[in-house]
């Protein structure tokens, strides 16, 4: 028989989709995720008051957020089973939650542990860093930059807004989506990188941002270089 092109041929028998569904259970293994709350009765931390969750997503971003935006603080909490943080900055009102996480089927159950307080923050904003070359309808002058932000709903004018085909993915589409929907507002912003190594010039066009969301944090970034090595810290 001539197969159309596009037409579904369903196999004779069951042995394809009994190796295929085992083939998924092995590759798919959900571990259970649980906040580990880190202070000294390992219990629950009660935060009444947000003005703002901010959620930076993205590899290799630890080390800049912990240095220019948290200023060594230690986090509240982090999941189990997950490469995701949480802050709080208390005179600020600011909950701040830091996902270098990969695995594409964490990611929604990720937004689930975060719902309680996507859905009380104040505003919600996320930050979530790629590479340059995933931005589709790049233009000459942008591809030359170290970091250039797109925003989807943003507050600050001098950030162009995403455009289709680009979309957000994660933990930052996740929350994004669930405010919409409830009606509640939120900004999400992607910075495109030239480089997976953050450092003083691909951080700048990051940290003017944040001051402009009003989120008090350093003016610069330094990339530390350890003497006598090729690490950077």
């Not at 069951?14 to 580990?36: G, H, I, K, T």
């Not at 996902?99 to 996320?126: D, M």
């Amino acid at each position: 028989m001539n197969a159309e092109f596009g037409e579904i041929i369903e196999p004779s028998t069951r042995a394809f989709w009994d190796d295929y569904d085992e083939n998924e259970e092995d590759r798919v293994s959900l571990l259970p995720f649980e906040w580990e709350w880190l202070n000294e009765e390992n219990t629950v931390q009660k935060i009444d008051h947000i003005k703002m969750l901010l959620i930076f997503e993205g590899q290799g971003i630890s080390s800049f957020v912990g240095t220019a935006v948290l200023r060594g603080r230690a986090p509240i909490c982090r999941l189990s089973n997950g490469s995701v943080s949480v802050y709080y900055i208390a005179d600020q009102g600011l909950l701040v939650c830091l996902s270098e996480e990969k695995e594409l089927n964490n990611f929604a159950r990720i937004t689930e542990k975060l719902i309680s307080w996507i859905e009380s923050a104040g505003q919600v904003v996320t930050l979530s860093f790629q590479p340059s070359v995933m931005h589709k309808g790049t233009n000459a002058g942008e591809a030359d930059e170290a970091c250039f932000i797109r925003a989807i709903n943003g507050k600050v004018n001098s950030v162009p807004e995403l455009e289709a085909p680009n979309v957000i993915t994660g933990i930052s589409a996740g929350a994004f989506s669930y405010r919409k929907f409830r009606n509640q507002e939120a900004s999400a912003y992607v910075c495109y990188l030239d480089s997976s190594v953050l450092d003083s010039v691909s951080t700048k066009p990051v940290l003017r941002l944040l001051r402009s969301l009003s989120v008090d944090c350093d003016l610069s970034y330094q990339l530390k270089f350890v003497d006598g090595s090729n690490l950077y810290l």
